[in-house]
């Protein structure tokens, strides 16, 4: 399958135009004062660049406030100077709040720099009006929108912000040996600057990107950076010891009482665009709890990754879900190759798991990524996975990304897993087809798992285990926009799923006959569908409706508020009876003053008997305080309960970022109420050193 989609891959024309903006660095001998005032010198001495042009809320026509890009630099840093006008700067707002959180829709900035200038990744650079800073890696040319880029890189730069009585104005600088780039004599990068601002309500950018490329991640449409000369990446070597003491009880490792530990990271560029991880008993006692979630299917739930030597790069070994990080439960070492060489993308993890505290050999994990670039923006890879131990398993498979145009993509993916059952029968197979626009985005997909593939030991792919599946679906939705009452899209659809398994008579299937989305331009927005569905469990058939709701303020007020509402005919596979769910969930988030952030959520669930009574009542509740003294220090409380299951975690976490290498102190305090309780105090500094 995979084998006979190249032969199209290789004929696929280029089908991106490159943009035809240019700007030009100015190479300076005075490094200027980062302070967010453009008043140095050198400034006026690098010509600037305007002409942004928006997204929203026209798209198409000039920014109604324009923006000022000022470029210089010296042996050892790119400085970004930005200038934002403004006709009314009295409404430019921003918060402080945590690097990497969510800025928009806010008054901000962000480049993108494209310095491979291979029109496919990027370093992406966001800051808001208060200087607070975000960034990511984009990948495989944004890949339609957020999907497309790493949100776990965080590099060494430096940015501030000035708002001042015509707008507001920034400047970053960039370490050159923060980013990685080819050793030339010149260099010509891609660049690309997004502005979001309040006044207008307007979203643009410098390089125009349509609504369809899905914003500034389109790195292929991005504008040029010309003139840097002798310039190095530097040798990209990050040395990142830590050491901890703290009291308590953390378990199965230790009993009640003083403890202390060191660990080492390491991140070495092996190549240009090649990077060595390691990591040597790494701690993750400052990372917050996973938030608790009401599981009413008959599969576990999937766990968000938060560690960060797993995080970045994450997204090259997620292919197929065949390797979930998380299995790696508790890992005491680790290794890890990312990178790029030429057309060809490799990942490499190698790592080993305590041992439980039943004993015995701890398993090893290992995964193999490799991927090439075949034609415009599509690829083919091949994916390995393995676990030893007695509960050994290993998977491979191999996957197709077609690009046929700007807006249509096939996925193919194919997989076969080995472990101590049967190598028969053990293969899946998928594929994919995305039409990604603002007007009319519709999909179609299907699937094939045969009965003993099974990865539950490396990967997460859920399904019912010694039993083939076969599935399809397909989505359509029709956009538009109305130029009344503030509304900035609607969006109203239908989907289509349909299963058979192996044990059972006959297809299921689940039908939302209507999918309504409104988005207004103050970014509130809400939703409503209604679903039809039938069911095939054990010999029978069940039949049932859903209907579902919701509404969120969005982002651009003192407060977000959230809910959501179900109404659902359910099958209770624990106690084996089709009944009713009632199923509401809300989410609060409040700034009750300059640096100080509320944030609190509750889900609850009413199952019924057929008969109308009341099965049981399941219910969680999370409570979040930030307090941002500064941009670089905070303190945060973290409580959630959940009723129905009896537990309790609480976390309490004091972090401070200090010194140009954004090394870090923490005091964290985590406890954990089950059937007994945990608890530890810690105190846990980490030091970087950048060469």
């Known amino acids: 399958m995979i084998g006979a989609a190249l032969v199209v891959a290789s004929s696929v024309p280029a089908h991106e135009k490159p943009s035809e903006k240019e700007v030009w660095a100015f190479r300076t001998n005075l490094r200027p004062t980062i302070d967010g005032i453009l008043d140095d010198a050198d400034w006026k001495r690098a010509t600037p660049a305007t002409g942004f042009i928006l997204i929203e809320p026209k798209e198409g026509v000039p920014a109604t406030n324009q923006t000022f890009i000022h470029v210089l630099y010296d042996a050892d840093y790119l400085y970004i100077g930005l200038n934002m006008m403004d006709a009314e700067p009295k409404n430019i707002k921003g918060r402080i709040m945590q690097r990497d959180g969510t800025f928009s829709p806010l008054d901000l900035v962000g480049l993108v720099l494209d310095t491979y200038h291979d029109h496919q990744s990027a370093y992406g650079f966001y800051i808001n009006a208060y200087g607070v800073q975000n960034d990511f890696r984009v990948e495989n040319d944004g890949s339609g929108g957020w999907g497309g880029i790493d949100q776990s890189w965080d590099g060494i730069w430096q940015a501030e912000t ?64 010309h003139g840097l000369e002798d310039i190095k990446p530097g040798l990209h070597l990050e040395v990142l010891p830590y050491a901890t003491g703290g009291y308590g009880n953390v378990g199965s490792r230790s009993t009640e009482g003083w403890s202390s530990d060191f660990g080492l990271d390491l991140k070495y560029s092996i190549a240009s665009n090649l990077t060595l991880d390691t990591t040597f008993n790494p701690d993750f006692a400052h990372i917050e709890a996973d938030e608790n979630q009401i599981n009413l299917t008959r599969f576990e739930l999937f766990l968000e990754e938060k560690r960060p030597f797993f995080l970045e790069g994450q997204r090259l070994f997620t292919a197929m879900d065949l390797f979930y990080s998380r299995r790696i439960s508790d890992p005491d070492a680790g290794a890890k190759i990312t990178g790029k060489i030429g057309k060809n993308s490799i990942g490499m993890i190698a790592a080993r798991n305590r041992p439980s505290d039943g004993g015995g050999d701890p398993p090893h994990f290992g995964v193999l990524r490799l991927k090439r670039d075949v034609g415009v923006n599509s690829s083919i890879g091949a994916l390995a996975v393995g676990k030893d131990g007695p509960l050994g398993q290993q998977a491979v498979g191999s996957d197709l990304v077609l690009s046929l145009n700007d807006n249509d993509k096939l996925f193919l993916n194919s997989a076969m897993s080995f ?89 299921e299937w689940q039908w939302s006959n209507i999918d309504l989305y409104v988005r207004r331009l103050d970014d509130s927005r809400a939703w409503f569908s209604h679903e039809n569905w039938q069911l095939r469990w054990q010999q029978k058939k069940y039949n049932g409706d859903s209907f579902y709701a919701g509404f969120d303020t969005g982002n651009g007020r003192k407060y977000r508020l959230r809910l959501t509402g179900q109404l659902r005919d359910q099958y209770d596979f624990a106690d084996e009876y089709l009944g009713d ?104 500094l980490s030091y970087r050193f950048n060469f």
Request: proline content about 3%; hydrophobic content about 35%.
């Open 419 to 507: 472990g101590t059952d049967t190598d028969q029968d053990n293969k899946m197979y998928s594929g994919r087809f995305r039409h990604n626009s603002d007007r009319f985005p519709y999909g179609v997909w299907g699937s094939w798992i045969e009965p003993k593939f099974n990865v539950d030991q490396i990967g997460f792919i859920p399904h019912d285990a010694d039993v083939g599946e076969r599935e399809f679906g397909l989505y359509g939705s029709y956009g538009w926009r109305p130029d009344f009452l503030g509304i900035r899209n609607i969006y109203l659809g239908q989907d289509l799923v349909a299963e058979r398994r192996t044990n059972e008579e006959g297809w």
């Open 581 to 684: 769910i009632r199923r509401v969930s809300g989410t609060l988030r409040f700034d009750l003053w300059e640096g100080f952030f509320l944030d609190s959520s509750t889900e609850s669930v009413w199952e019924y008997f057929p008969s109308g009574a009341l099965d049981e009542v399941k219910r969680t509740m999370l409570l979040r305080t930030t307090y941002f003294l500064h941009r670089d220090l905070f303190i945060r409380s973290f409580f959630q309960r959940s009723f129905h299951r009896d537990t309790v975690d609480l976390n309490l976490l004091f972090s401070y970022t200090f010194g140009p290498n954004n090394s870090r102190f923490y005091i964290a305090y985590n406890e954990h109420r089950a059937d007994t309780t945990e608890r530890i105090l810690l105190t846990k």
């Open 162 to 225: 000035h708002i001042h009585d015509q707008g507001w104005s920034a400047e970053i600088a960039i370490p050159f040996k923060t980013l990685r780039f080819p050793e030339l004599d010149q260099h010509t990068w891609g660049i690309n600057v997004q502005r979001i601002e309040r006044t207008y309500t307007e979203n643009s950018n410098w390089a125009f990107i349509s609504r369809d490329d899905r914003y500034l991640l389109k790195v292929s449409k991005a504008g040029h950076l």
